[in-house]
């Protein structure tokens, strides 16, 4: 160890005892730490060249993540910025002086790579003054306009390596909840956070969902109306759509009844079951014992030409709901239809609310005692 570098660990450890942290300058110190970040860059990148990582018999990046402590992502991005500090004195001179940070530095070291020979349209001044004007996502815009500009078959290449990045993973867990994992180019991912964020805005001052919640909901409801225009495509000559078994006595949330079961088997709630039906297609099933006998033909609850006639009234971007409920049989007819967006539609089910009339409207009454919920993820516990 270097004795340079044993003075740099104590006086770090001088500070963190001593120093009086309420008081600390947050400015200085991160101008400190990133001019730090800058030498660790150079270090890995010396390091590589003299072929250190072929000694562990790892690539470079493996060796950097590892002798670092962290990602190959990470290792990667400090690779890059060591090795174009070389190629950007004064950008490398910014950020040893304070003047820009790190995360600056590294975009506009990552332009170069990107750029190669061309990085000599890079005027270095230009870029040190956009670096203290712009946030970083302003200037890594910046940079894909430079690309656009330097190397057009190189930003084109980049884009359709994005493109095949693209994924989405759907993954049902043990208690039956859903997780979405997705990448998308950058023309697929505006188009998807448009169509998100027109239905995820909150709806009035009782609003109580998170902004995560209201785009997750705004996804589902999407989902249903594709599914419910009847533009997707069909499958064996059928609309895609959710399948769900029950009972007379699991439909109507009889004490005993049988679960009711999504077509994974998965057990849902009868007040689920409930609201689906407000806008479902039924067709009975007889059986005897466990053998199907007869199979009837499916009818909807609320007919097309009712449903054209609610949208005609409301937005399209709404679900019909009986007031009273179909399961408990109230009639398909418009007066006792009311269309509910998708998170109302919900509320009055297994939220347990409920909408009656009064007068010439109707009026929402919530449940009488609403219990506080903390948001948890998905199969984790609350201490104890």
């Not at 993540?65 to 290792?75: E, F, G, N, R, V």
């Not at 090795?83 to 790190?102: C, H, T, V």
């Not at 029950?246 to 004490?255: D, F, N, P, S």
């Not at 179909?326 to 239809?337: E, T, V």
């Amino acid at each position: 160890m270097s004795l340079e570098l044993q003075a740099l660990e104590d006086a770090a450890r001088d500070f963190e005892r001593e120093a009086d942290l309420d008081f600390v300058d947050p400015r200085r110190l991160s101008a400190v730490i990133d001019r730090l970040q800058g030498a660790l860059c150079t270090v890995v990148s010396r390091a590589r060249k003299h072929g250190d990582h072929l000694l562990a018999g790892q690539s470079a990046c493996s060796w950097v993540a590892s002798q670092c402590q962290m990602s190959k992502t990470t290792a990667a991005d400090r690779l890059c910025v060591g090795d174009q500090l070389s190629n950007l004195p004064k950008i490398a001179e910014a950020l040893s002086s304070g003047q820009i940070g790190y995360q600056a530095t590294a975009v506009i070291c990552h332009l170069s790579e990107q750029v190669g020979e061309k990085r000599e349209y890079i005027d270095e001044n230009d870029w040190i003054g956009f670096a203290q004007r712009f946030s970083i996502k302003d200037l890594r815009y910046l940079t894909y306009e430079a690309r656009v500009l330097w190397d057009v078959e190189g930003f084109e290449g980049k884009v359709e390596q994005d493109y095949e990045l693209r994924s989405l993973d759907i993954s049902e867990t043990s208690g039956g909840i859903y997780r979405l994992d997705a990448w998308l180019d950058p023309a697929g991912g505006a188009a998807f956070k448009t169509a998100i964020d027109s239905l995820s805005q909150p709806l009035g001052a009782h609003d109580r969902r998170t902004a995560k919640q209201r785009r997750a909901d705004a996804l589902v409801e999407a989902m249903h109306h594709a599914m419910g225009a009847g533009t997707l495509p069909r499958r064996n000559g059928v609309r895609p759509h959710i399948s769900i078994s029950t009972t007379i006595e699991g439909l109507k949330g009889e004490l005993g009844a049988a679960a009711s079961k999504l077509e994974s088997g998965m057990p849902i709630s009868s007040k689920t079951v409930q609201r689906l039906a407000c806008d479902g297609a039924l067709h009975r099933i007889l059986k005897a014992g466990s053998v199907v006998v007869d199979v009837g033909r499916a009818t909807r609850s609320v007919s097309p030409s009712q449903w054209r006639a609610l949208k005609a009234r409301h937005s399209n971007m709404t679900s019909p709901h009986h007031l009273e409920f179909w399961a408990h049989g109230g009639r398909s007819d418009l007066p006792n239809l009311l269309p509910l967006c998708y998170y109302h539609h919900r509320l009055v089910h297994e939220g347990r609310w409920q909408v009656i009339r009064a007068g010439e409207g109707v009026k929402f009454i919530p449940p009488e005692r609403v219990i506080p919920r903390r948001a948890r993820g998905p199969g984790r516990r609350w201490a104890a």
